[in-house]
């Protein structure tokens, strides 16, 4: 599903963000991408959701290696990736029900085929009496909520989400990590970074650390 090899990054000309990554994410395998805050994590996680290109290395993505793919093929790789971004990229303009419907709506498909399903999914992400709102009106964790929801509508065959339960409460946090695993389940490939030691531990997923840029892979989950 995805693979690095030797990838390096660095912003202009200052000094590398990742050094010398190599791993491999099988098709329907579950990780956690840990690390001290400046590690490179969210860097890791734009180069393997296509917003960024390494300095050096190479990345392979659904068996395409993105040095030498088409421009014009980026777009429909990018289509089978959910992501969820720290500063969740809502459109102001959309309620939260319609932000959800987004990818849905962009991929052609109509309300009526998938109303019930975006209705269903805010519920289960505790908004269930907030899907006519508008992102302005919503807390931070709302925010989040509604962004998460937005990355797993479409059962993405990749999501990578950026410190998903940062800004929830621990009830809330462990309904969004049975959502990614269920997704997981059904087949989507799953990373998750973040910094909560307890999520980690709580699960048998597989944990890999990054430091000063180097990936160290720390446990690998039992059969």
Known sequence: MVRFENVGMRYGAGPEVLRDVTFVLEAGSFTFLTGLSGAGKTTLLRLMSIAERPTRGLITLFGRDL???KRST???LRRRIGVVFQDFRLLDHLSAFDNVAL???IAGR???EYARDV???LAWVGLGDRMNAVPPTLSGGEQQRVAIARAVVAKPDLLVADEPTGNVDPEIGARL???FAELNRLGTTVLIA????NLVESTRARE???VDGRLVELRTPRP
């Open 67 to 69: 040095a030498t793919a």
């Open 74 to 76: 980026l777009p429909a």
């Open 103 to 105: 990818p849905l709506r």
């Open 110 to 112: 109509k309300e009526g």
């Open 119 to 121: 209705k269903e999914l």
């Open 177 to 179: 990590i049975r959502l």
């Open 194 to 197: 973040t910094h909560d030691r």
């Open 208 to 210: 890999m650390r990054l």
